[in-house]
Structure formats: C-alpha cells, structure tokens
T-cell receptor, first 113, second 114 residues
C-alpha cells in the first residue's frame, strides 16, 4: 500500500517562482526522504529529515515535517527550468529492520522558462 | 563502479518469454533493492537483499518473479513467462552500511512485453 501520498499530482509554475509539494503518510516513521526523478532516469536523493526534526534546508530546498499531522512539505525556491522533474517522498517506517523505503506516486513539477 | 549500473536499459519481449534484468550496485554497498515503476506511478517495492540473503521478498507479485544476488554484489531479477502487465521500469538501488538511509538508484531497465 502507498505510505506516502504527494499533493498536488502535477504543478506548473513560471521560472523564478517557488514550488511547494506536500506529502502525507499513515504510520509512524524513522525518517522521511525526498527524491527527484528526471524523465526516463533513475531517482536522485535530495534530502532526508528525521522524525525528531521539524525543518531542514539544503541550498534552494526547504523541507518541513509535522509528525502530529503525518505530513511533510518540500519547498523549492527561485525555481529554474532545470527543476522540471517528478518529486517523490519516501518514508522509512519505525520499527522496520530492513530500512525499506515506501514511495508515493510523486508530484510532476513543470517549470516554464 | 561509480554508480549503480543496470542492464539492459531497454528490453522488448514477447508474452510468455523469460527475461533477466541485471543490477551492479555501488562497490561495497551491502543492501540492494529492486523496485518496479509503472507508467506515471510511484515505486512498488519488490525485494530487498542484505548481502546475499533476501530477508524481505514480500513485494514480488507472483511466483514468476525471482531474484538472486551472488558474491554480495551483482543481482539478477528474473521474470518467467512474462505477461503484458509486467511492462514497467525496474529500478535497482543500493545502500551502504554507513548510510543514513539514502538509496542510490540506477537508471532502470524498461521492460515492454508485447
């Protein structure tokens, strides 16, 4: 079953604008990760936030985590055409011993030049 | 190698044929995962290896699917008697012992069953 569900399914913005994507999940987690996938390529890890963290930054990326609401958001500031890709959240469930990540269906972000 | 390598990158086969997909993880990575991604969908977990053993193969969709890993390195995913619903991109990922949890993915093998 899908642990993470991204919202919106698709997002189209102009270059320079900010893009916000949301992820909701169902069970307790150890950490939540965001990945990016360019069309026809593999996934690339962007950022990991632990369950005891509330916010994390990496360059133009800002991730928040609200464990009480079981939700996370990914903000990309000052977007560029090269940011066009699908973005997935992935959760590592608490108590799991195999470090299996469960992925959502992703948000397709299109940044128009 | 520098990254996770998968082959073939594209495979077109006829229904009923067997296919083998190969994954060469990052050198030294003990954990290896296979995921499947259907068109426009998220990733569906198939199987996880720690070394040569597979403690979690819960995601394999049917007994037509099997996977092995030898020498704690290369893994092969085999699909027997392929069906059209097997058409998807099969992604392999690996993770090192010292990892915080990040998976490193290959570019995937796109399987089309006619």
């Amino acid at each position: 079953s899908q642990q993470g569900e991204e919202d919106p399914q698709a997002l189209s913005i102009q270059e320079g604008e900010n893009a916000t994507m949301n992820c909701s999940y169902k069970t307790s987690i150890n950490n939540l990760q965001w990945y990016r996938q360019n069309s026809g390529r593999g996934l690339v890890h962007l950022i990991l936030i632990r369950s005891n963290e509330r916010e994390k930054h990496s360059g133009r990326l800002r991730v928040t985590l609200d464990t009480s609401k079981k939700s996370s958001s990914l903000l990309i500031t000052a977007s560029r055409a090269a940011d066009t890709a699908s973005y997935f959240c992935a959760t590592d469930r608490s108590g799991g011993s195999n470090y299996k990540l469960t992925f959502g269906k992703g948000t397709l972000l299109t940044v128009n030049p | 190698g520098a990254g996770v390598s998968q082959s073939p990158s594209n495979k077109v086969t006829e229904k009923g044929k067997d296919v083998e997909l190969r994954c060469d993880p990052i050198s030294g990575h003990t954990a290896l995962y296979w995921y499947r991604q259907s068109l426009g969908q998220g990733l569906e977990f198939l199987i996880y290896f720690q070394g040569n053993s597979a403690p979690d193969k819960s995601g394999l969709p049917s007994d037509r699917f099997s996977a092995e890993r030898t020498g704690g390195s290369v893994s092969t995913l085999t699909i027997q008697r392929t069906q059209q619903e097997d058409s998807a991109v099969y992604l392999c990922a690996s993770r090192g012992l010292a990892s915080t949890g990040e998976l490193f993915f290959g570019e995937g093998s796109r399987l089309t069953v006619l």
